[in-house]
């Protein structure tokens, strides 16, 4: 019998709850409900961590691209855009002869740039599924006496759906917003809808017609009644609360700014962690005057709160597992106190110390085994409520979005698991480390 099943054996046998003390037994549940508790508070808080970043995450995307080309100004210039985005790379031969769309070529421009530079074919690699141009404006909307600022944003309908991907309501796409020479169409933000009265508490459509006041010049404004296409909800309150889309031409006209073609152009990809790779690709291949940003950039401040949120509660949860550990301490010291005699005959049979330590250790690990499942157990079972009947409520104009989030994977189960394994291990380890400072003839001698 080999060394680690002889301990094993024993370990298993010392720990046998029909042969321990009723203080021994009532300190070992003391442990497994402290370790349980400290795993299920670290496992929560974690989860929520992660759902706050996929939950910002996913809206932010959902109303922006991966991808910003900015320019110094705003573009005034369409033939200029076209112009220097289809020269990022120079037409392969016969390219010049292909009948395609500006957009379309822009795209194969970028495509063939990406792929020349991962030496991947197109057909394998394509980063880019979508491409937009967008028009910002501000303007006051005015409904029922309420007065709000607002960004309206101008977009192509038939190109935005490539890019966007906000939930509508009342309409089933965005080409509702296309040109209509007699009324201005526009797609309010849910919560906007809800703080100038067109829909009330319970989402339900009161309709009317609000105005936009805009400011056509420095000296001129002027008020416009508009048409209520739809609504849109991209699931962060500060963009619902805020914006307005409407068709970039019925923007340029209603400003008269037809010279000003564009704010900027929107680009996704088919994973947005490769936004900062392919935006340097794009802006390597620009003129100075343009600037590419990507989504991380453009939110990155509210990012690196988050991971010093999850780090704080990582550190924090993981020291109520190291003190709720300790307890398997006095639950092993105990448990030598009450087989000093065994430990005795043991070690005049020759059982070397190591082989004592791992003895008890064992027994200080399989404690923590218990606990941190019970309490994976107690986190799985919660965070499943959680998303299930999402009772906890969030105030959005706080948190931007108006329930818990909570996102909980495999691995971070894995990752906390054996984190508190390898925590309940050393403890073990040291608290059996008073096994070797046991004499044989002061055990025996006292015995008998």
Request: hydrophobic residues 50%.
């Amino acid at each position: 019998m080999n060394k680690f099943r002889f301990a094993s054996l024993i370990s298993s046998r010392f720990n046998d709850v029909r042969y321990l003390q009723r203080s021994i037994i009532a300190m070992r549940v003391i442990a497994i409900i402290g370790i349980a508790t400290a795993v299920a508070a670290l496992l929560i808080s974690l989860s929520v961590a992660s759902g706050f970043r996929k939950a910002y995450k996913s809206s932010i995307l959902d109303f922006n691209a991966h991808i910003v080309i900015l320019k110094s100004g705003e573009f005034d210039n369409p033939d200029e855009i076209i112009k220097d985005l289809d020269n990022l790379v120079k037409p392969a031969d016969g390219d010049e002869k292909v009948n395609k769309s500006s957009l379309s070529k822009i795209k194969t421009n970028l495509l063939r740039i990406y792929s020349e530079l991962l030496h991947k074919p197109v057909e394998t690699e394509k980063p880019i599924i979508g491409i937009t141009k967008f028009l910002y404006k501000e303007a006051l909307i005015i409904h029922h006496g309420k007065i709000k600022g607002i960004v309206i944003k101008g977009v192509d309908p038939d190109t935005m759906g490539t890019v966007n991907n906000m939930r509508l309501e009342f309409v089933k796409d965005v080409s509702s917003l296309n040109k209509d020479k007699k009324v201005f169409k526009i797609m309010l933000g849910k919560a906007l809808a809800k703080d100038i009265g067109v829909i009330d508490k319970d989402d339900v459509f009161l309709g009317g017609e609000p105005h936009l006041m805009v400011a056509q010049d420095e000296k001129k404004q002027e008020t416009i009644l508009v048409k209520i296409a739809g609504l849109f909800e991209s699931g962060l309150y500060d963009y619902d609360a805020n914006f307005v889309l409407m068709n970039i031409d019925d923007l340029q006209r209603l400003f008269k700014t037809q010279h000003i073609n564009a704010t900027g152009i929107e680009i996704k990809l088919d994973d947005p962690d490769k936004a900062e790779y392919v935006a340097g690709i794009i802006e390597d291949q620009l003129p100075s005057l343009y600037d590419t940003v990507t989504w991380g950039e453009l939110n990155k401040d509210l990012f690196d709160a988050l991971r010093l949120e999850k780090m704080l509660f990582t550190i924090i949860m993981g020291i109520f597992v190291v003190v709720a550990a300790f307890n398997i301490i006095g639950v092993i010291i105990l448990l030598v106190y009450q087989r000093t005699h065994e430990i005795g005959i043991l070690k005049a049979l020759g059982v070397n110390g190591s082989v004592l330590k791992k003895i008890f250790s064992n027994g200080g690990v399989r404690l923590g085994l218990i606990g941190t499942v019970l309490g994976i157990f107690i986190a799985t079972v919660s965070i499943f409520i959680i998303i299930r009947f999402n009772f906890i409520k969030l105030d959005p104009e706080i948190y931007f979005i108006d329930t818990l989030p909570v996102n909980i994977s495999w691995a971070l189960c894995a990752m906390v698991v054996v984190f508190c394994i390898i925590i309940c291990w050393l403890v073990s380890r040291l608290a059996s480390n008073k096994v070797t400072e046991l004499q044989i003839s002061e055990i025996l001698g006292k015995r008998y």
